[in-house]
């Protein structure tokens, strides 16, 4: 499996953010992604940056979030990669 930054299109340094204030752990991004998520101690969603995963499932993963949790950032200028165009987060 590729990783976020061989897949063609994707930027070069993907990561996932997940709010636990948002996440409910109903482990959705688990069934889309499951190497790039996994539990914490308390049942919430974690990014795991070194796993097996593609961003097209990183980002099936932050659109089937039933609880919108999942930010995706890219980049050294950390753009958010979202539906509409891309946000700078400072």
Do not use: K
Not at 26 to 47: I, K, N
Not at 74 to 88: E, I, K, S, V
């Amino acid at each position: 499996m590729r990783t976020a930054a061989q897949d063609a299109g994707a930027p070069d340094e993907v990561r996932a953010i997940v709010d636990h204030d948002l996440c409910a752990g109903v482990t959705q991004c688990l069934r889309m992604a499951p190497g790039a998520f996994q539990l914490d101690e308390d049942q919430l969603s974690v990014f795991a940056p070194s796993g097996p995963w593609t961003f097209e499932q990183l980002a099936a993963a932050r659109d089937n979030c039933p609880m919108a949790a999942i930010i995706l950032l890219a980049g050294p200028g950390r753009a958010t990669l979202q539906d509409p165009p891309l946000r700078y987060t400072e």
